[in-house]
């Protein structure tokens, strides 16, 4: 661990506090406002390694929690854990018969960087749009999304489509981010469903509130 992360007073307070990364406070913040979860929510998280998203969806929830990784995830008590793509539309089959129902799909997971802004910002939205759509084939009726992105000029583009599955749709930069950083979370909630009405959108229900 390098001296970076030692001087990084987050991180030092998830690791007192028993959580595997700082990332931990973001989805707490993210909850705080937003009611995400429930308590009898069942949940899938991608991207979960490490797994502090996991712990803390463990406190919020007593339903059935998944988390998927491309990396191992280190055991997470009452966890369901799969080392698998999310992007790979066998995981999806895989993760199906673990659940009755999905109520919330959450993602967290960023592309490698390459240290190049735009390139990495395009990769980043291609990975939230696998999220979405892993999503709107998974949630029930009603259900909350959370994916995570990078601010540039490719982030309207996601931004736009998941609010033609969902009723709400926000935008959420948590203080526990790095300083600097342009990371930034697309809050969704209330899922339309397969049967998407077009007089929703036309009623105005559909809400957006925070930067875009």
Known sequence: ?????????????????????????????????????????NVVDLGASPGSWLQVERELTSGIVVGIDLSYIPPVENVITIMGDFTDP???????????????????????????????????????????????????????????????????????????HFLSVRTFRPHSSRKGSTEIYIVAKNFIGHEWNSETRKNGTNETEGPI
Not at 13 to 24: H, I, T, V
Not at 110 to 124: I, V
Not at 149 to 162: A, M, Y
């Open 1 to 41: 661990m390098g001296s970076q992360w030692g001087r990084d007073k987050v991180y030092v307070r998830a690791l007192k506090e028993g959580y595997r990364s700082r990332a931990a406070y973001k989805l707490r913040e993210i909850q705080e406002k937003y009611h995400i979860l429930r308590e009898t929510d």
């Open 90 to 164: 066998h995981t999806l089959e895989e993760v199906r018969p673990l659940l009755p129902f999905t109520s919330v799909v959450l993602s967290d997971a960023s592309p490698k960087l390459s240290g190049q802004r735009t390139y990495d910002q395009a990769r980043a939205i291609e990975l939230g749009e696998n999220a979405l759509l892993f999503a709107v084939q998974i949630l029930k009726p009603g259900g909350n999304f959370i994916v995570k992105s990078f601010q540039g000029q490719d982030f309207n583009t996601l931004l736009c489509r998941v609010r033609e």
